[in-house]
């Protein structure tokens, strides 16, 4: 992140916090549409996440630390809007798609099954999933994001990679039905 | 299938081709306009040092019987035993402007320098009809609704009345009445819902319409038949999936009769009842103004606006034409 542009939105210049917001919108948009699985939402905790960056960017203290900072905001958003809609939790009919003529017939498989692992995560570990397996932070950065213990973290890493792995196994067994509803 | 990759690299790799790219502008833009007028939460500074005093017994004493005394009288004023609330209507016209909340999507065309749409219509003319000036505050439909949602006097949120929260606010007569139509293919067979009722039935998730497939339109089981529902985000991933054989038949949740009328390889076969729109206030509470007054003068802005037409050329002009506010 641009130290200097920080620094200026921090001090309330609006088109240094409009650059700032354009180039990390779309790692924020990206954070929360694979949280919320919704774009509606998703599009509403951006907004959420950009409107507090401004309003609290003077109690950053570190410019450094700007990144997580505002993975933390999104992901507060999140929860914001998505305890407002309680879609997080909704029920969702899967179809089988037949995906692009880019994917491998792995990748297609994996989606599918993936897809519904993560549904059936908390919404907390959809967070640890997405900041640990996208965003690429460690168990200890995500701990500072979410502002909670490391060893909750590293669990809720593992349950649900395990609860992903389970439900990529269960479609590799024979005889199972692909495409079953969620 | 199992293709010897570790399960962390499956992972990594699914979410990076879930993750969408860009986000669409009007996101940025309708931050930008918010944080415009918004100010920046400054710090505040540790207050000088104080000399260190262990005070007398006597003094604790006086000095908690007297905080225990405020603490009363201020708990008083919050419940309202020394204040009667004020007429949010008489403030409004005292401070000659009044706050009116839309949402920057639907039934806004545009928002960008200039807002466009019929809500924002309907409040300018409100404003114009309370006598006073309008600001608008332009934000999501959920943040409006919420609780701490930011203040306004009167919001339009323009969803299904049944959808909010009759606990926290207080509606007006209906304004418009938006249609949910359910389509089908033009070359289809099916011209009713029972002709489509094995499904599956797109509907975009969330919207009144998914509620009337599966039986909760209105808050009532109105749905005649037990559907298979499929949801997709939006009215044009429903067009998709109609087009692609994945659904028989969608509801729409946005698109209009004008919409609809230009798509050539759709046609209606029918859809539920039209969703009454109405303009929402705070209920009352004993801290805040009473808006009583304020919800009868909206009802009655709207009864005059109805009745000399300006309702009807509003929803035309900005529904291709389409009288959407005559019951």
């Known amino acids: 992140v641009d130290r200097q542009l920080v620094e200026r939105a921090r001090g309330g210049d609006h088109a240094a916090f409009e650059a ?24 509403d905790a951006v907004q959420e996440a950009l409107v507090n960056i401004w309003r609290r960017l003077p109690q950053l203290r570190d410019p450094e630390r700007f990144d997580a900072w505002t993975y933390r905001l999104v992901v507060n958003a999140c929860g914001d809007v998505g305890r407002g809609r309680k879609r997080m939790a909704a029920e969702v009919h899967l179809l089988t798609s037949p ?57 809720r890493i593992h349950y649900a990679t395990e609860t992903m792995r389970a439900a990529l196994e269960a479609d590799e067994r024979p005889g199972s039905a692909a495409g079953t509803p969620a | 299938m199992n293709d010897g990759r570790p399960i962390e690299e ?93 949402r920057p999507d639907h039934p806004q065309a545009a928002i960008g320098s200039i807002a466009e749409g019929f809500d924002i ?23 409006m609704l919420a609780p701490g949602a930011p203040a306004w006097d009167v919001a339009l949120p323009s969803t299904a009345g049944w959808q909010i929260d009759a606990g926290s606010f207080q509606q007006s007569i209906s304004y418009y009445d938006w249609p949910h139509r359910l389509i089908v293919p033009a070359g289809s067979t099916a011209n009713a819902l029972r002709d489509v009722a094995g499904g599956p039935i797109c509907a975009v998730t969330g919207d009144p319409s998914e509620e009337w497939l599966r039986g909760g339109y209105g808050g009532t089981n109105s749905s005649p038949a037990a559907m298979s529902v499929i949801t997709r ?95």
């Open chain 2, 233 to 327: 985000q939006t009215d044009a991933d429903c067009l998709s999936a109609l087009a692609s054989g994945d659904a028989v038949a969608a509801v729409t949740a946005w698109l209009s009769d004008a919409d609809i009328h230009v798509l050539a390889d759709v046609r209606v076969i029918g859809g539920p009842d039209a969703e009454s729109r109405t303009v929402v206030v705070h209920r009352s509470s004993a801290t805040a103004a009473d808006p009583t007054d304020l919800l009868s003068a909206v009802d009655d802005a709207l009864v005059s606006m109805r009745t000399d037409g300006t309702l009807k050329r509003l929803s035309q002009s900005r529904f291709g034409g389409a009288d959407l506010t005559t019951p």
């Open chain 1, 99 to 155: 995906g692009s003529a880019m994917d491998s017939s792995a990748d297609v498989a994996d989606r599918d099954q993936l897809e519904r692992g993560f549904r059936h995560l908390r919404p907390e570990q959809r967070v640890a999933v997405v900041l640990h397996y996208y965003v690429g932070l460690t168990a200890n950065e995500v701990a500072e994001v979410t502002g909670e213990p490391v060893g909750t973290i590293k669990s």
């Open chain 1, 20 to 43: 700032l917001a354009i180039g990390i919108s779309s790692r924020l948009y990206a954070i929360a549409r694979l949280i919320l699985r919704d774009t509606h939402l998703a599009e």
């Open chain 2, 121 to 143: 219509d309907v409040g300018n003319e409100l404003a114009s009809r309370l006598g006073v000036r309008i600001d608008l505050v332009i934000v999501d439909e959920q943040t």
């Open chain 2, 10 to 102: 499956r992972i990594t790799h699914w979410l990076e081709q879930e993750a969408p790219d860009d986000v669409p502008n009007f996101v940025l833009e309708s931050a930008f306009a918010r944080t415009q007028s918004l100010p920046q939460e400054r710090p505040s500074f540790a207050p000088p040092r104080l000399r260190l005093f262990v005070p007398s017994r006597r003094a604790v004493l006086l000095l908690a019987a007297a905080l225990l005394g405020v603490a009363l009288i201020g708990a008083a004023f919050v419940g309202g035993a020394f204040r009667r609330p004020t007429n949010l209507l008489n403030e409004i016209h005292q401070q000659d402007r009044i706050r009116i909340a839309v």
